[in-house]
């Protein structure tokens, strides 16, 4: 008896994508949070492609520090209501050596998923998972990140930092989920729920 399969590689057949492979579409949130501007990016994927659908930024610098965090998870509920995401991707908070900028921030992502339902699942991502799924280096600069998210999502114009950042959110998740699917559906992308 041989040691190998007889069957050339060549024959191999892998197995047919299922039906919903075709027809199931996910939008995806992807936020930005920061506690003076909060970007945010609305993409739908639907056979692998991703499309923008919205994209902009919460500025409420000119509020009170603690009026801020109500108008962003105020903000952020009128969006989901509007847009009504299968899924939100947020990028993880960078601590530096700046303790105050840290606790800022953490309070502006606290405020930011807590407008987010309970039936809608969250997915966070480090800061240079994201570059390195959009841009394919860990260390790229933000207008590099904003140009690749103008040539991937065929946008008109390069999008503002924030609103880029946030993109670049929903595109990296984006990914991930292509990536899963392909590793346990059989080499079929197949969009659904976690």
Sequence with gaps: MSRYRTRSWRAFEP????????????RILGLDPGSRRTGFGVIECER?????????CLNVSSAAPAARLRLIFEGLRALL?????????VERVFVSRNVDSALKLGQARGA????????????????????????????????????????L????????ADAADALAVAVCHAHQRQLHARIHCGG?????RA
């Design 153 to 160: 999502l065929a946008l008109p114009d390069r999008p503002a």
């Design 188 to 192: 079929a992308p197949h969009w659904s």
């Design 81 to 89: 209501s509007e847009h009504a995401p299968t899924e939100v991707a």
């Design 15 to 26: 197995p047919a994508a299922g039906p919903l492979a075709a027809t199931l579409r996910l």
């Design 112 to 151: 930011a998923l807590c407008a987010i339902p309970a039936e809608v699942p969250v997915f966070e991502y480090a800061p240079r998972a994201i570059k390195l799924a959009v841009v394919g280096s860990g260390g790229a600069e933000k207008f590099q990140v904003a140009q690749m998210i103008r040539v």
């Design 48 to 56: 692998g492609e991703l499309r923008q659908v919205a994209h902009g």
